[in-house]
């Protein structure tokens, strides 16, 4: 299912119970959709939000109000229902708003281009408090609700740990050799994963954050700008060759390639609330609903088939390093999905 934006888009959200999407476009848009099985999706609203791009969506109230960032520094609350504004503030972030998180029911966090993290109330519709804990963008953010704590990354290569109940930043990871993109939280809480800028999934054992204690370097040469826990041992990444992956944590491997978007990079993943749908916005303008059920089913296959997977894999990165230019991506998939999986190297 394809939703034709009519502009590039930076953030999606899905509503936490019903059946309709989010999307924040470069325009300043807000555009909300209700989307079904068999059915065309069906747009309710598009709203200016905001007088630059807007950057950052996320549903709140339990849905009944979005909240939106943008570079223009402010963040919007609006109604579902109507479209209306519910409040806005002004001069919320000193540096454009860069991404948005929810953290409790009437709680989220924003972070900035200049590294500034605020945690806003937003039934008090006021900042409980500011870290400002990286020299850089925040690029993602992730929340551990059990131990109230607050993992982000950010463009300075860094990954911070802020502590929501002592209002304290617990924790800074040195700076590794590129730009954190995105971040996840494994294992049940013991492996936090990062995305970055190389290609790279970098592994922190939590409560060490110093220093990665894992590294897997074969998921892609293209930065990894969006990451999405399935369950406890897999995540979907997605790169900015376009390609949707199935990765699995420890032990680390490319199950297989889910879904390929476009050749443009992959913006932000999403599940939609019933895990039934999961969305992706890229540079082509277009926001695309995977059926998880079926992408999932044909990667229940990979055991049996995993070493031509595998060798697939390999042949693209081989291709990859032999070929340069802006069109080594493109040229690298096309002769990836030209091999057969029964071919062999011997």
Not at 54 to 80: H, W
Not at 212 to 233: I, M, N, Q, T, Y
Not at 251 to 273: M, V
């Amino acid at each position: 299912m394809e939703i034709d934006l009519g502009n590039l888009a930076f953030d999606i959200d899905f509503h936490p119970s019903e059946q309709l999407v989010a999307s924040g476009l470069i325009s300043g848009d807000l555009l909300l959709y209700r989307y079904g099985d068999g059915s065309s999706p069906e747009k309710l609203l598009e709203v200016k939000a905001h007088s630059e791009s807007c950057r950052a969506v996320r549903f709140i109230n339990d849905g009944k109000a979005i909240l939106t960032g943008s570079p223009d520094c402010s963040i919007l609350a609006t109604d579902v229902e109507t479209g209306s504004v519910i409040a806005r503030v002004e001069n919320a972030h000193e540096a454009a708003v860069n991404r948005l998180v929810n953290l409790t029911e009437s709680t989220i966090a924003t972070g900035d281009d200049n590294g500034s993290i605020k945690v806003w109330d937003t039934r008090q519709r006021s900042c409980c408090n500011t870290f400002s804990v990286h020299e850089d963008f925040i690029s993602d953010m992730t929340f551990a609700s059990d131990s109230m704590k607050l993992v982000a990354t950010s463009g300075d290569g860094t990954l911070s740990v802020c502590n929501l109940r002592s209002n304290k930043v617990q924790t800074r990871s040195e700076f590794s050799e590129d730009e954190l993109l995105s971040v996840v939280i494994m294992k049940s809480g013991r492996k936090v994963v990062c995305g970055t800028q190389s290609g790279t999934l970098l592994l922190y054992s939590w409560g060490f954050f110093k220093d990665c204690s894992d590294r897997f370097v074969d998921l892609s040469p293209s930065s990894v700008d969006a990451l999405l826990k399935l369950d406890e041992d897999r995540i979907i990444a997605g790169s900015e060759n376009g390609l949707i992956s199935l990765i699995g944590i420890l032990p680390n491997r490319i199950i297989q390639p889910i879904a390929e978007h476009s050749d443009h990079p992959i913006e932000r993943l999403a599940f939609s609330y019933d895990r039934k749908f999961l969305g992706s916005i890229s540079h082509d303008q277009t926001l695309k609903l995977w059926d998880l059920n079926d992408i999932l089913l044909e990667s229940g296959d990979a055991p049996s088939d995993q070493a031509a997977i595998d060798e697939r894999w390999i042949w693209m990165r081989i291709l990859l390093l032999l070929t340069k230019g802006t069109r080594r991506n493109i040229l690298a998939k096309e002769i990836m999905l030209a091999i057969p999986t029964t071919f062999s190297l011997t």
